[in-house]
């Protein structure tokens, strides 16, 4: 079955480190791929997505994810954590289900910021 | 312009009653969708309307309804609460078919958090 799966449920970084978030997935084919932040009492908002072409890609607040197909992955990077960076960050995969496209989310990770 | 607006953003209430949310995509908008959101389950899909039709439905119990207006607002209701309907309650609008489009971005309201007492 599908499967999204984020082995990090809570992360702590200084700020000024660098950050990545580990999302994998279970899917045969290549699936659309989206990162999501939610900020405390906000509903979320999209980070970056991937639906083909350049593996890397760019999206806003200066965050960075990367497809690999060979291990399934599509982690999340920033180069330098800012505090306000600080919330919970959902990795989420869109395949097909005959004809319908369905959405499954990871469970999430919680990422706190240290001064 | 405005965003996707969910009302109310808090809930009380009581087992066995039923409550209905509600949900205001941005303008032009046809697709609401709708999940729920716990601590342990994450998020889970619970279905999806695209011009007043329920396109796609997730793994909820019946008690779990929903509709769309002509003016692609959406409401949800759920009927005889039980404790663990404690959730919030996320309504995401988007200008295609979400569950057909696996390209589109969807936009997220604030949530609206029931507690079931």
């Not at chain 1, 399934?72 to 919330?87: E, I, M």
């Not at chain 2, 405005?2 to 409550?19: C, E, N």
């Not at chain 2, 032009?28 to 969708?33: K, L």
């Not at chain 2, 389950?41 to 695209?50: I, P």
């Amino acid at each position: 079955a599908q499967s999204v799966t984020q082995p990090d449920i809570h992360i702590t970084v200084s700020e000024g480190a660098s950050l990545e978030l580990r999302c994998n997935y279970s899917y045969g084919a290549t699936p659309y791929l989206f990162w999501y932040v939610q900020s405390p009492g906000q509903g979320l908002q999209l980070l970056l997505k991937y639906f083909s072409g350049d593996t890397l890609v760019q999206g806003i607040k200066g965050f960075e994810a990367e497809f690999k197909r060979s291990q399934s992955s599509f982690n999340l990077r920033k180069p330098s954590v800012h505090w306000s960076d600080a919330a919970e960050y959902f990795c989420a995969v869109g395949y097909n289900a005959g004809n319908n496209r369905k959405l499954i989310w990871g469970l999430g990770t919680s990422l706190a910021v240290n001064p | 312009k405005a965003g996707v607006t969910q009302t109310p953003r808090y809930l009380i209430k009581t087992r066995g009653q039923q409550v209905t949310l509600s949900c205001s995509p941005i303008s032009g908008h046809r697709s609401v969708s709708w999940y729920q959101q716990t601590p342990g389950q994450g998020l889970q899909f619970l279905f999806e309307y695209f011009s007043e039709t329920q396109r796609n439905k997730g793994n909820f119990p019946g008690r779990f309804s929903g509709r769309q207006f002509s003016n692609s607002r959406s409401e949800m209701n759920v009927s005889t609460l039980e404790l663990g309907d404690s959730a919030l309650y996320l309504c995401a609008s988007s200008g295609t078919i979400t569950s057909m489009s696996g390209d589109t971005e969807a936009f997220f309201g604030q949530g609206t958090r029931l507690t079931v007492v």
